[in-house]
């Protein structure tokens, strides 16, 4: 019984010193039992402030993996080894070599969505949610921003920067179309719309904001806001709607469903806190050379 799972869940957590952090994109489930949800930043910074000795991350391999650099002391499990981002896997570390090598003296931005081993090839990180900052933020001439196309894109536009860009992309925010804003914004013609930064640039072009998961957090929970239509995974609605009693969430497409975050079960964080595996562990050759983007990262918020 589901009742039991998380009993024993609450249990074991107290016995392993162990927190649950939950990406805003898990199953309902999930997001209710842990003990912080959050957007990939927010994630990450309450990876540094925990106290606990185990982190159960909720979420995808490159989350777990930007954890464990912040925390090489600490146990990181992913309850499920295999639930991966497809866009991190689209550049490798020795990809990324070869193109600063095409590029010499070239100022690398790696977006989170990345393995370890291509941030320990970068000079910044950034998320979505400070992406505009951190570019902002560089001096340098020449950069090339990966994995991500369309976030680069977005930074672009926003920060009115060139940069090489990558040709990567998330393969659920691809899935929302422009003709799916415009047939919700027909039906719900009083709603808003915001849309994930890694949407397509016609499907930004748009929207009232581009914004990373926990922007949209607080854009919901804005008094003007009653209705609103909503261009990222689905399962944010979840946090939407248990947030903002009353209010109308409405996802922009039905298609847009990461399956990869729906891999994590209570089951399997259950069997994890019992096994204390599977655990991320970033090498520590790869870990010291990721640390600096990522702790540029969390500087530029
Ligand atoms: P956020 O950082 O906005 O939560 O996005 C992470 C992600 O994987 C989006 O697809
Ligand atoms: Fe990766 Fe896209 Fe899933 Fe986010 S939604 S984890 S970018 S595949």
Known sequence: MVSNII???QELKKARNAVILSHNYQRGEV???ADFKGDSLELAQQATKTKAD???FCGVHFMAETASI???QKKVLLPDAGAGCPMADMITAEQLRQKKKELPGVTVVTYVNSTAEVKSESDYCCTSANGVKVVNAIK????LFVPDQYLGDYIIKKTGKSMHLWPGYCPTHVNILPEDIERRKKEFPNAKVVVHPE??????ALADEALSTSGMVRYAAREDVKELIVGTEIEIVHRLTKEN???KFIPASNKAICPDMKKITLEKILASLETLAPEVKVPE???VKALLPVERMLEIV
């Open 7 to 9: 009993k024993r869940i």
């Open 285 to 287: 050759a790869i870990r």
């Open 70 to 72: 912040l925390n090489p």
């Open 199 to 204: 949407c397509r640039p016609e499907v930004i």
């Open 140 to 143: 340098d001439k020449e950069i």
């Open 245 to 247: 009693p009353g209010k």
């Open 31 to 33: 997001q209710d039992i």
């Open 54 to 56: 185990v982190i159960v």
